[in-house]
């Protein structure tokens, strides 16, 4: 059952009239004639008439400035201070599923740190046959793996359990990324020290003052891991890791440590205060659930939405957001523009891909009316993205990570957006 208001699809012959239309002046809201030349074509401008930058100018290649504002944002009253912090990717100015270094989310516990490549060692010990310590130039001569995954912090959407609270996906959801990692599988490193038989776990630890350490089952570390010291054809940026990081494909962002430089197998795991304080689930009758380590699948639209409102009047309007899931890929996308009454299938980009992010869209035409607009993801293992009420039903108020509930945003009839819950 579709919303016949909103959901018919543009033609392109509709969509070239109304092109010709605001190509003649008629721009939506405006009062321009179609007999008034438009300057900007009829004039030679500015940046036609000169010179621009030489190729030196930008010697890394920085945005235009026109693009000053897709930046990571970070939320003041969120933690106490910017160094054991986290700051969110503007997931509402990107289009495609790759984020760029410069703008992917960043989280860490004590600062971002200065390490050489040089000064770098990874040791490999613990319940192994010939414990190894390697340098980066050691890791560069294994056989090399390019994966394309996406990394969440457990903590994404968190403040939305009690309600809506921040106003913007880029604050609601931007606690992720989608990058192409270049590195070794971590299994390779293992099996060349040689795991004993009594070995089921590693502990992964950090470099940094922190020392972020996780336990990970020997099965997934023997599986999909990789220690990466690439990200989207280029080094690590610092506070992503610079210069070897662990990549846990569709698990929680905290198990991905970072200036990574030690791996120990055991034969249980250590229980840190990083997964047993922090990272657990706590539900409505105060008891935390351990180990939930996979993502599962979520979506957010994020245009329009409360920081990309609509700009123009009605007529032919693309929604878009991202899909993931830690459990596979997705299979699909589902769109409600009434909150949650009516559902229609949303346009997959390209089909999903295992642990990383899909890109979806809807073309409607808009009749400048209001929305309640959802999204709904469904992944590869027929898990279907849940609503706050029925993940509140499991799992109370108490939780603060693994919020995967439906969004919603309140589109109004200016083109604005707002962060709502609808019951």
């Known amino acids: 059952m579709t919303d016949k208001t909103h959901d018919a699809k543009p033609s392109r012959r509709q969509f070239l009239a109304g092109a010709a239309a605001v190509g003649a002046g008629a721009v939506a809201g405006g009062s321009a004639s179609a007999a008034t030349p438009d300057p900007l074509i009829t004039q030679v401008?500015?940046?036609a008439s000169g010179l621009g930058d030489g190729v030196d100018a930008t010697p890394y290649g920085l945005p235009i400035q026109y693009e000053s504002d897709v930046?990571?944002?970070?939320?003041?009253?969120?933690?106490?201070?910017?160094?054991?912090?986290?700051?969110?990717?503007?997931?509402?100015?990107?289009?495609?599923?790759?984020?760029?270094?410069?703008?992917?989310?960043?989280?860490h516990h004590s600062?971002?740190?200065?390490?050489?490549?040089?000064?770098?060692?990874?040791?490999?010990?613990?319940?192994?046959?010939?414990?190894l310590v390697f340098t980066y130039a050691d890791l560069e001569r294994f056989p090399r793996e390019n994966r394309v995954y996406f990394c969440e912090c457990a903590a994404n959407s968190g403040m939305e359990w009690a309600g809506a609270q921040l106003n913007g996906a880029q604050f609601t959801h931007g606690m992720i990324h989608n990058m192409e990692y270049s590195g070794v599988s971590l299994r390779t490193l293992l099996e060349e020290a040689g795991v004993k038989p009594e070995g089921k776990w590693v502990y992964v630890e950090g470099?940094?003052?922190?020392?972020?350490?996780?336990?990970?089952?020997?099965?997934?570390?023997?599986?999909?891991?990789?220690?990466?010291?690439k990200a989207n054809g280029e080094a690590l940026r610092k506070e992503h890791g610079y210069p070897v990081r662990l990549v846990v494909p569709g698990w929680e962002g905290n198990m991905w440590v970072k200036w990574l430089r030690r791996v120990e197998v055991m034969d249980q795991p250590v229980e840190?205060?990083?997964?047993?304080?922090?990272?657990?689930?706590?539900?409505?009758?105060?008891?935390?659930?351990k180990w939930t380590w996979e993502m599962d699948a979520k979506s957010v639209v994020t245009s329009p939405s409360p920081q990309a409102p609509i700009t123009h009047g009605p007529g032919p309007l693309v929604i878009t957001?991202?899909?993931?899931?830690?459990?596979?890929?997705?299979?699909?996308?589902?769109?409600?523009?009434?909150?949650?009454?009516?559902?229609?299938?949303a346009r997959l980009a390209a089909p999903g891909t295992d642990k990383a992010l899909t890109r979806f869209y809807l073309d409607i035409n808009w009749d400048g009316s209001e929305m309640?607009?959802?999204?709904?993801?469904?992944?590869?293992?027929?898990?279907?993205?849940?609503?706050?009420?029925?993940?509140?039903?499991v799992?109370?108020?108490?939780?603060?990570?693994?919020?995967?509930?439906?969004?919603?945003?309140?589109?109004?009839?200016?083109?604005?957006?707002?962060?709502v819950e609808v019951s």
């Open 71 to 107: 930046v990571r944002r970070n939320v003041e009253w969120l933690t106490a201070d910017t160094i054991s912090s986290i700051n969110f990717t503007p997931i509402h100015a990107l289009d495609g599923t790759i984020t760029p270094q410069g703008c992917a989310f960043e989280r």
């Open 372 to 393: 309640l607009l959802q999204s709904r993801a469904r992944d590869t293992s027929g898990y279907v993205q849940p609503t706050k009420a029925q993940l509140r039903e």
């Open 321 to 345: 957001g991202l899909a993931w899931s830690g459990r596979g890929a997705i299979a699909g996308v589902d769109v409600s523009l009434d909150g949650g009454k009516n559902w229609q299938e």
């Open 272 to 289: 840190s205060r990083e997964e047993t304080s922090k990272y657990t689930d706590t539900l409505a009758n105060g008891v935390s659930r």
């Open 395 to 419: 799992r109370g108020l108490n939780s603060i990570y693994h919020n995967n509930a439906i969004q919603t945003w309140w589109v109004k009839a200016n083109g604005e957006a707002e962060n």
């Open 111 to 131: 600062g971002a740190i200065e390490l050489r490549k040089e000064d770098y060692r990874l040791m490999i010990n613990g319940l192994v046959d010939t414990p």
């Open 207 to 229: 470099a940094d003052a922190s020392s972020n350490g996780r336990s990970i089952p020997l099965e997934k570390a023997m599986d999909d891991v990789l220690v990466a010291f």
């Open 45 to 47: 401008q500015d940046w």
